[in-house]
């Protein structure tokens, strides 16, 4: 069974960095095709992809929040972590980790399992 | 890139609800589809296109062509009313859909 828990503050200042971590089970990250990824859902709107990590170390960010973004991964201990710079009370919201599955070469990619999510808030 | 999605679509118990995702040459990309009730993770209900995950019920069908992908729900039930988001990938960033919320009425 393939499980993700997100962990990290609740609360943050503005200007302050995030950091959060993903802990999985079920699945590893030295396998070919597989990656996590993150995804942001602000209160009441769309959901957003930030960032992923592969199982060969190849990262992608979301084009408009590269700039603030890191991920790393941590085989042995199964765990991604994503730290966000320079937070902003519009970068309230709900953070989800999920395991990701690239096939066909690498056309296409999904997310098949979520973790529950945690809610960040920014504020003074 | 970009995707786009109606913000909502309504259908009857027991009809088929069918909802797109528009995006320039989309048929030349996988796509993939979630559904989000309200409260909860999203959950993968159909990935290349067409597939559906175990544990998916054999209603939700998908599809992919020329610049549309639409997500197909046969026999819709009150347990289908959710957001829907679709989801590409251009192999440097996974982008969603804005989401499309279908009301059983």
């Known amino acids: 069974q393939i499980t993700l828990k997100e962990s990290g503050p609740t609360l943050v200042k503005p200007t302050q960095t995030l950091t959060l971590t993903c802990t999985f089970s079920g699945f590893s990250l030295r396998n070919n095709g597989v990656g996590v990824g993150w995804i942001r859902q602000p209160p009441g709107k769309a959901l957003e992809w930030l960032a992923l990590v592969f199982w060969n170390d190849d990262k992608r960010y979301s084009p408009s929040l590269q700039s603030r973004l890191t991920i790393a991964k941590d085989t042995w201990k199964n765990q991604v972590v994503l730290t966000m710079t320079n937070m902003d009370p519009v970068d309230t919201g709900t953070y989800y980790c999920?395991?990701?599955?690239?096939?066909?070469?690498?056309?296409?990619?999904?997310?098949?399992?979520w973790g529950e999510g945690t809610t960040v808030t920014v504020s003074s | 890139y970009e995707v786009t999605q109606p913000p909502s679509v309504s259908v009857s118990p027991g009809q088929t609800a069918t909802m797109p995702c528009s995006g320039d040459k989309l048929g030349e990309k996988y796509v993939c589809w979630y559904q989000q009730k309200p409260g909860q993770s999203p959950v993968l209900v159909i990935y290349q296109d067409s597939k559906r995950p175990s544990g998916i019920p054999e209603r939700f069908s998908g599809s992919n062509s020329g610049n549309t992908a639409t997500l197909t729900i046969s026999g819709t039930q009150a347990i289908d009313e959710a957001d829907y988001y679709c989801?590409?990938?251009?192999?440097?960033?996974?982008?969603f859909g804005g989401g499309t919320k279908l009301t059983v009425l």
């Open positions: 999920a395991e990701s599955i690239t096939m066909l070469r690498g056309r296409s990619l999904y997310m098949d399992v």
């Open positions: 989801q590409a990938w251009d192999s440097t960033a996974v982008i």
